[in-house]
């Protein structure tokens, strides 16, 4: 079943005895295990019919032993399984899977892992539960997931502010959610999303972050990449040399793919470039512009270099924040 058909069912009241839920995106497990953990059961029936195990912690014995009993005042208990993966004894419940108990609902919370399909447990799974994958999003879906998500809570957003948020935060999507109901809270509904409200309200300094550098580094702009890494140098802490490297480093990979691509649709580049959209290929069309492909192998050489005295290999003892603009200045006048 899919993650959208699991919670129409549950908000039919539509239960069944055993949910797995496994994979490594955890937002959408974490989403369904809270919605039964909440509503199945009134306030009142939670005291006595509510049970969160931990994985660490419980073993076959003490799950099989909640699961069995009888609700007490109510027509279903609850169990829960958070962190099953680190359940020594899981693939045992094999046992109580085929013969599970009726007015008990079990959740089965393994996080950040699949579950090996050719074993007895999946197989038992696969005939008497629910099982769900909560399979990562690739990087190119992330935009549409942010645009949907905004618009089930009556916000629209704009391309640039949407292609913005999925670049610095990543397809991490319990990460994504926590920064947009933190801007929701700022932002009155119904309202366009704009790039300068992102920038505002997640904390995306406009003219001092990462993808600006890389951007006036694209563009040969020595005087504006220069203020920015006079900013990274007073706030190390926030702007640590392995970071920035680690991100010019993704940049310039990208740029040298670029000029092997050919001729193809910006789609295609995007999906080459491993892009959350094609939005950011008019820098990468600067920067090459700007950078051939000799001088991008020369960039990544000078990365790997400077990644590895990051680390403190090869390095004397000038600071990182020396041995950044350093870098940066190697690579603006090559």
């Known amino acids: 079943m899919t ?34 953990e909440k509503n199945v059961l009134t306030e009142a029936e939670k005291s006595f019919n509510l049970t969160v195990l931990y994985g660490k912690e419980a073993n076959y014995n003490a799950v099989v032993d909640s699961a069995r009993r009888f609700p007490i005042m109510a027509q279903h208990q609850v169990v829960i399984i958070k962190e099953a993966k680190e359940m020594k004894d899981l693939p045992k419940l094999e046992r109580y899977i085929k013969n599970a108990a009726p007015t008990t609902i079990l959740v089965i919370c393994h996080k950040h892992k699949k579950l090996d399909q050719r074993s007895k447990i999946a197989k038992a799974l696969k005939k008497n539960a629910v099982v769900f994958q909560a399979k990562k999003l690739y990087d190119n879906q992330v935009p549409d997931w942010i645009n949907n998500y905004l618009r089930q809570k009556k916000y629209t957003i704009a391309d640039d502010a949407t292609a913005l948020i999925a670049e610095y935060l990543g397809s991490n999507l319990a990460k994504v959610v926590n920064e947009l109901d933190k801007l929701m809270l700022n932002v009155p509904s119904n309202t366009r999303i704009t790039s300068e409200i992102v920038q505002k309200n997640i904390g995306i300094s406009k003219d001092y972050n990462v993808f600006e550098l890389q951007n006036t580094i694209g563009k040969r702009d020595v005087l504006k990449t220069q203020r920015i890494i006079n900013y990274f140098m007073s706030n190390p802490k926030k702007h640590p040399l392995p970071q920035v490297v680690s991100s010019l480093f993704g940049f310039f990979s990208k740029l040298y793919i670029f000029h092997s691509a050919g001729q193809v649709s910006d789609n295609e580049l995007a999906k080459k470039l491993g892009m959350r959209s094609s939005f950011f290929l008019k820098d990468y069309r600067t920067a090459a512009r700007n950078y051939n492909r000799p001088k991008v192998e020369k960039a990544i050489n000078l990365l790997k270099e400077y990644d590895l005295k990051s680390k403190g290999v090869g390095r004397d003892s000038a600071p990182d924040t020396e041995l950044l603009r350093e870098l940066i200045f190697k690579i603006l006048h090559m």
């Open 3 to 36: 993650y959208n058909d699991i919670l129409k069912d549950l908000k039919q009241k539509k239960y069944s005895p055993i949910y797995f839920l496994h994979g490594e995106e955890s937002y959408f497990i974490d989403q369904i295990a809270n919605y039964i």
